[in-house]
């Protein structure tokens, strides 16, 4: 089966590691993961500027290390993360922001990537949000 997930709440929230946990569990499986999108509160998981306490697990980096290890498609909403202050070299440059903290293997895109994940996966799993 092939998933598509999207994430929107912050790496410090239990959705967020459940939805960690369910994509392991899906590669685990056998299954596809066709795109990762982080949107809303969901793109702080990509910062490389959040500092997890030392008695907490670091789901960001989890996420990281997850994407790298399995060569997934991970896609932080622009909007989203422009109004989080989540940026690329790019958009660093672009609005003279001084601090670049969106570092590789995230990829900054607009919500049609999520739109076109949903068509292209068999499922869309949402975890986190309003």
Same mark, same amino acid.
């Given at each position: 089966?092939?998933?598509?997930?999207?994430?929107? *709440?912050?790496g410090?929230?239990?959705?967020?590691?459940?939805?960690?946990l369910?994509?392991?569990?899906?590669?685990a499986?056998g299954h596809e993961?066709?795109?990762l999108?982080?949107?809303?509160?969901?793109?702080h998981?990509? *910062?490389?500027?959040?500092?997890? =306490?030392?008695?907490e697990?670091?789901?960001?980096?989890?996420?990281?290390?997850?994407?790298?290890?399995h060569?997934?498609?991970?896609?932080?909403?622009?909007?989203?993360?422009l109004?989080?202050?989540?940026?690329?070299?790019?958009?660093?440059?672009?609005?003279q922001? =001084?601090?670049v903290?969106?570092?590789a293997?995230?990829?900054l895109s607009?919500?049609?990537?999520l739109?076109?994940a949903?068509?292209?996966?068999?499922?869309?799993?949402?975890?986190?949000?309003?």
């Amino acid at each position: 089966m092939k998933f598509a997930i999207a994430v929107f *709440s912050p790496g410090h929230a239990p959705s967020s590691r459940r939805a960690l946990l369910f994509a392991q569990a899906a590669v685990a499986g056998g299954h596809e993961i066709v795109r990762l999108f982080f949107y809303q509160d969901g793109v702080h998981s990509a *910062s490389a500027n959040i500092v997890t =306490p030392q008695d907490e697990t670091d789901i960001a980096a989890q996420w990281r290390e997850f994407i790298n290890s399995h060569q997934l498609d991970a896609v932080v909403c622009i909007a989203a993360a422009l109004r989080r202050g989540v940026l690329d070299e790019a958009e660093a440059g672009r609005y003279q922001r =001084p601090a670049v903290n969106l570092p590789a293997p995230w990829e900054l895109s607009g919500l049609g990537q999520l739109h076109e994940a949903a068509q292209t996966a068999d499922r869309l799993v949402c975890f986190g949000g309003d």
